[in-house]
């Protein structure tokens, strides 16, 4: 079965993804045609369970499929990951009443969904939301500005967090289903970053928000629970396959240019230049041996190793880092052909640059690592 599903993710990611990423990326648009081509194809059901009509992937699968389609679109690896971590939220919520439903319609790919933490006041701190709800009869009244909602205004939900009634620290929050339609919810400038320029990834608005308990995704108070079982594991191995995605890229656009490239004079091609086929060899070492971390981090998730919490900590930190010299190294090893955008390395380049920033930063990631070597809580 994996074996098929792999297949399937290369052929998309080949036939269609490939062909829209230079526009997307140039024009910084929404890919609506990958996007498409992930609905039709099924794969944004890769998680759900198959008794919902999904593909019941776990998360070495999830990892290459993920990998396949950030090497082709950064942008839209980054969109089908986030939906994959809104996709974890909603599996995980057996008191979700509309849980089946929703989880079916994902499965036949007539349903995208995305996470809302971050908050312009926490910044960063995507576990800690400034906003908190305030009770409204028998409902809750959520109003908050949301900050680097990918997807947004795309996705037919959002999941959302909020402080809980009465909470006295961020911490004790709750995980809501918002429907793009509910009123109150707006997104409130467009996206326009340095890598990654398809994603949509702009701040938004919920101005109160009615929400009830049928909406509610996590248990009352518990969405940071929620928060570090069904999202951080994901997101953390998810986002270091996108990484690894894009080092993939930026090593056979350079390969292709060494091979391809003509030192006329001499009746050579740049691939006979030593120093160049060393820049090359180290890019590869890296890739592999980060790649190798990567699948031994997706098998301590599937058998629930004892240490798997710290190597999930690891994954993103480690190949956020180490992408930012892969792809650094290809810029300097193919100088001016990716200066001036002839290859995808220089796009390679911008989109290995937002892992680095993105919630949990590596600073932070480093910071948890030297905590739980230490013995020491994480918050």
């Given amino acids: 079965m994996s074996v098929d599903i792999v297949s399937l993710a290369e052929k998309v990611a080949t036939e269609t993804i490939r062909r829209y990423a230079s526009e997307v990326d140039t024009d910084g648009r929404w890919p609506a045609e990958s996007i498409d081509a992930l609905k039709q194809s099924k794969l944004l059901g890769l998680v759900v369970p198959t008794e919902f009509g999904g593909m019941g992937a776990g998360p070495s699968v999830f990892a290459k499929v ?114 793009k339609t509910q009123e109150g919810v707006s997104v409130t400038s ?54 690894l995605g894009i080092c993939a890229a930026a090593i056979e656009s350079t390969r292709t240019h060494l091979l391809n490239s003509k030192l006329e004079h001499l009746g050579q091609n740049l691939a006979s230049l030593p120093n160049l086929r060393g820049r090359l060899a180290r890019m590869k070492i890296l890739y592999d041996t980060h790649l190798a971390f990567i699948e031994q981090v997706a098998h301590k998730m599937e058998t629930n190793a004892p240490d798997v919490m710290l190597a999930v900590l690891e994954s993103k930190a480690a190949v956020s880092e180490m992408a930012l010299e892969l792809t650094d190294l290809a810029m300097r090893t193919c100088g001016g052909a990716a200066f001036s955008k002839h290859l995808t390395v220089e796009r390679n380049f911008r989109d290995a640059r937002a892992a680095w920033v993105m919630a949990p930063t590596t600073d932070v990631l480093q910071d948890f690592i030297g905590k739980a070597l230490l013995d020491m809580p994480l918050f």
């Fill in 66 to 179: 993920t990998r396949i389609i950030a090497q082709e679109c950064a942008s839209t690896g980054m969109i089908f990951l986030m939906h994959i971590c809104g996709t974890r939220v909603i599996i995980d919520a057996p008191a979700f009443p509309r849980r089946n439903e929703i989880l079916q319609r994902i499965a036949s790919g007539n349903h995208l969904t995305t996470l809302a933490f971050s908050e312009k006041g926490s910044r960063s701190h995507f576990w800690a939301p400034v906003s908190q709800a305030v009770p409204q009869g028998d409902k809750q009244s959520v109003s908050a500005q949301k900050s680097w909602v990918t997807s947004a205004g795309h996705a037919d939900s959002y999941v959302v967090s909020t402080q809980a009634v009465n909470a006295k620290e961020g911490t004790t929050s709750n995980l809501f289903y918002v429907e």
């Fill in 190 to 243: 467009l996206w326009n970053g340095l890598g990654l320029r398809g994603n949509a990834s702009a701040p938004m608005k919920l101005e109160n928000v009615f929400l009830g308990v049928d909406e509610l995704l996590s248990p009352e108070g518990g969405g940071f629970g929620s928060m570090m079982s069904s999202v951080l594991p994901w997101f953390q191995l998810g986002n270091a396959s996108v990484s």
